[in-house]
């Protein structure tokens, strides 16, 4: 079973194009700032990783548009982790208006566990690993 975990967030105005409608690429920020409360979530922090030395870059990154978010709208990201991650992170977004099921957007990403030093891939950590398997487990 996939860990879905759901990140609110009401736009602002400075996320909008002239006409009151969110610009195309804060989509992606939204699905950064999902994924970046989903990994807190199951007690891994961002910055506790890079302490140890290892980054997670994105390696690929899809959004498909569907309908438009507007100024102060409260939107819902939700985001899902299919698998458990190895040396690649497959994750995917849908993003919704508060209170309905109107699909915004859809989208995905995959990162990649990296040694910061060596700039070299590696399987995710055990204190990675574990959060996963319990999560995905429920």
Same mark, same amino acid.
């Given at each position: 079973?996939?860990?879905?975990?759901?990140?609110?967030?009401?736009?602002?105005?400075?996320?909008?194009?002239?006409?009151?409608?969110?610009?195309?690429?804060?989509?992606?920020?939204?699905?950064?700032?999902?994924?970046?409360?989903?990994?807190?979530?199951?007690?891994?922090?961002?910055?506790?990783?890079?302490?140890?030395?290892?980054?997670?870059?994105? @390696?690929?990154? $899809?959004?498909?548009? =569907?309908?438009?978010?507007?100024? *102060?709208?409260?939107?819902?990201? &939700?985001? /899902?982790?299919?698998?458990?991650?190895?040396?690649? @992170?497959?994750? $995917?977004?849908?993003? =919704?208006?508060?209170?309905?099921? *109107?699909?915004?957007?859809?989208? &995905?990403? /995959?990162?990649?566990?990296?040694?910061?030093?060596?700039?070299?891939?590696?399987?995710?950590?055990?204190?990675?690993?574990?959060?996963?398997?319990?999560?995905?487990? &429920?």
């Amino acid at each position: 079973m996939p860990y879905v975990y759901e990140y609110r967030h009401r736009v602002r105005y400075r996320e909008c194009d002239p006409m009151g409608v969110v610009y195309h690429t804060h989509y992606l920020d939204y699905f950064e700032a999902g994924r970046t409360e989903a990994l807190r979530d199951l007690g891994v922090r961002y910055r506790d990783l890079e302490d140890s030395g290892i980054i997670m870059p994105v @390696v690929e990154a $899809n959004v498909r548009y =569907r309908a438009p978010a507007h100024y *102060d709208d409260v939107i819902v990201v &939700d985001v /899902t982790f299919p698998e458990p991650p190895s040396v690649r @992170v497959p994750i $995917n977004y849908t993003v =919704r208006h508060d209170g309905n099921d *109107d699909v915004l957007a859809e989208g &995905d990403t /995959t990162l990649c566990f990296m040694d910061a030093e060596r700039r070299r891939p590696i399987r995710a950590p055990e204190a990675i690993r574990a959060p996963f398997t319990a999560a995905l487990s &429920d």
